[in-house]
């Protein structure tokens, strides 16, 4: 039996209303919110991300790390700039990296790395191409020579540095991989000396996030 008109007319009219709430949602859900922080640092090309303040600059690059899943240790790439502060003295141990369960982690020791570890060649040549992304950022500064993992058959340690202000430092360093693998995120980096109050943070992910 055929509805009377005005009940047709009711039944559209709430038809439309449901629809355009419908629109209206799914426009709200389908809009990132500009008030939500990334769990991560600033981008500074696809394996780098940096902090950077009025005092200090630094960049960690993970491409290197994306291939150590397998591995015991894991190298990042760290270029760390002194804008403004007094003379930093930087050690492998004033940098520190935490896992994305809130665990922190010292560097390895280099002995331990030249004993157990058999890619360093490898991520040498990776650490000298990534420097193609970040120069830029440090092409002002004035280079300090730093070496915390030198090879067995070449190089000599420098891992007890002065570094004066506008100047710079590009290394290495190696931590061990965390129980849940390094893949993934976020991990952070932290540096602090005591010539700075608060540490330098950069919080990053390495490759892509493994899905269960």
């Known amino acids: 039996m055929p509805f009377p008109r005005s009940e047709r007319n009711s039944r559209r009219t709430l038809v439309g209303v449901a629809l355009v709430w419908g629109l209206l949602l799914g426009g709200c859900a389908s809009t990132p919110n500009p008030n939500v922080v990334s769990p991560y640092s600033t981008k500074l090309s696809t394996f780098n991300y940096k902090d950077e303040g009025t005092?200090?600059?630094?960049?960690?690059?993970?491409?290197?790390?994306?291939?150590?899943?397998?591995?015991?240790?894991?190298?990042?790439?760290?270029?760390?700039?002194?804008?403004?502060?007094?003379?930093?003295?930087?050690?492998?141990?004033?940098?520190?990296?935490?896992?994305?369960?809130?665990?922190?982690?010292?560097?390895?020791?280099?002995?331990?790395?030249?004993?157990?570890?058999?890619?360093?060649?490898?991520?040498?040549?990776?650490?000298?191409?990534?420097?193609?992304f970040t120069g830029s950022s440090v092409d002002r500064y004035t280079p300090?020579?730093?070496?915390?993992?030198?090879s067995i058959t070449r190089g000599v340690v420098n891992d007890n540095l002065q570094l004066p202000r506008f100047a710079y430092m590009n290394d290495l360093l190696y931590f061990p991989v965390p129980e849940q693998g390094v893949v993934g995120g976020p991990f952070r980096l932290y540096f602090k000396t005591p010539e700075i109050e608060e540490s330098v943070v950069v919080s990053f992910e390495i490759g892509k996030a493994m899905k269960p």
């Not at 200090?56 to 690059?61: D, S």
């Not at 935490?98 to 991520?123: M, N, W």
């Not at 300090?144 to 030198?150: K, L, M, V």
């Open 144 to 150: 300090i020579a730093s070496n915390f993992y030198p």
């Open 55 to 132: 005092l200090v600059l630094l960049i960690v690059g993970v491409e290197a790390a994306q291939y150590n899943v397998q591995e015991k240790f894991f190298p990042l790439f760290v270029t760390l700039a002194n804008k403004g502060a007094p003379t930093l003295h930087v050690t492998p141990e004033s940098f520190a990296f935490e896992d994305s369960l809130g665990r922190k982690y010292s560097p390895v020791p280099l002995t331990v790395i030249q004993a157990e570890y058999h890619r360093g060649e490898f991520d040498r040549k990776l650490f000298r191409q990534n420097y193609s």
